[in-house]
């Protein structure tokens, strides 16, 4: 029976992929899974998917009782004469189920679905750290790390040597040199970190719909390259003509009024790349998304910024240009002029509307850097 509920399980589950995969530029898209996510898990409407139940019928019967009754009795929940509004429906309608899904299977999928190559961690980029594995058995030990299965054969072993088991009552019964417990031993194991550092305009150009799209981008990104690495930090810089580093909640739901200077911005998370994530140490990611409008005489000392002090130290650079009825447009244009379309570290990419988040994700992941 076990065998045969882990089966239909499985099928389930395989069926539930399909429906994500099939989906999923609609979820990418979307920014109504956001609500829904846990600290390992999100929540992922599928609408159209049919589930076991039990069906009921009136085994050929009327009413809801037996026998004859009294006059005035009530009966519940059967036919009914008059002028009401009618009967209850009895077809089901239309439901929308929400399945549990891990962000590392979410990962996976979106990796196939996208063909994002794997990420290869740069250089010196991972630190060594103990680790406990349980590599062989021993006679002593905590109970809690018993191993019942070696136990058991033991326990076998030695009532067939003495000649205690039974065939016809297969009875096993270890005894305490029978126990076998689990044994571990500490290796080090490399551990690859990665930093991703978000930067966003928040001057009065950017409007709520520009940063829902770039709240939605960067949870997708979070979730790929988390399965990437063992240990990411998140680190979120807004400016307008000035920066600064805030949480996340912050990132999300501020909105200036001043100008624009992207070069503050470049300079605040250079400083806390090199005082906090020292690029021995850390695969440096830094997304960058802005509507493309910057004071004129700034780029020039945004350019250099980011050549000198960024580039250098980033697995990748992502630009994100998010289409703004206000923004003037232009600062992709230099970055294109400045290093070219092809840069092996920058990556630039148009967002014109929440539909162009789904390429935008592969243009941005799709070199496994």
């Not at 050929?60 to 929940?77: A, L, Y």
């Not at 002028?83 to 990796?111: F, M, W």
């Not at 030695?158 to 205690?164: A, F, S």
């Amino acid at each position: 029976m076990s065998l045969k509920i882990d089966r239909d399980r499985a099928r389930f589950r395989d069926i539930v992929r399909g429906k994500i995969r099939e989906n999923l530029k609609r979820y990418v898209t979307h920014s109504e899974m956001l609500g829904r996510k846990g600290r390992n898990l999100v929540s992922i409407p599928l609408p159209q998917l049919d589930l076991p139940h039990f069906r009921y019928g009136d085994n050929g019967r009327g009413g809801v009782g037996q026998g004859d009754g009294q006059e005035g009795q009530p009966i519940g929940k059967g036919e009914q004469d008059g002028d009401g509004t009618g009967q209850a429906g009895s077809d089901p309608g239309g439901h929308i189920l929400e399945v549990d899904v891990t962000l590392e299977e979410l990962a996976r999928i979106l990796g196939d679905e996208l063909e994002l190559p794997r990420i290869e961690p740069k250089g010196k980029a991972s630190i060594q750290q103990e680790k406990s594995r349980y590599t062989s058995i021993r006679r002593v030990g905590p109970e809690s790390l018993r191993h019942f299965k070696r136990t058991y054969v033991e326990a076998l072993r030695r009532q067939i040597r003495d000649g205690t088991y039974s065939v016809d009552r297969p009875g096993v019964v270890p005894i305490k040199d029978d126990r076998r417990y689990r044994s571990w031993q500490s290796v080090p194991e490399p551990q690859a970190n990665a930093v991703i550092v978000y930067m966003m305009d928040v001057s009065g150009s950017m409007t709520d719909e520009q940063k829902s799209i770039v709240r939605t981008e960067a949870f997708w990104i979070d979730t790929w390259l988390q399965s990437q690495y063992d240990g990411v930090e998140r680190r979120f810089v807004i400016h307008d003509a000035a920066a600064k580093e805030v949480d996340e909640q912050t990132f999300y739901h501020t909105r200036e009024s001043g100008g624009t200077r992207i070069s503050s911005a470049y300079r605040v998370a250079a400083q806390l790349l090199e005082e906090k994530f020292p690029v021995e140490d850390w695969n440096i990611y830094c997304f960058q998304f802005s509507d493309g409008d910057n004071w004129g005489e700034d780029n020039r000392l945004a350019l250099q910024l980011l050549r000198d002090r960024l580039l250098p130290v980033c697995n990748l650079f992502c630009y994100g240009q998010v289409e703004s009825p206000y923004g003037s447009g232009e600062y992709i244009r230099s970055l294109e002029a400045a290093f070219g379309a092809q840069h092996p570290t920058m990556v630039l990419s148009e967002i014109e509307d929440k539909d162009a988040i789904y390429d935008s994700i592969r243009t941005f992941l799709g070199r496994g850097k």
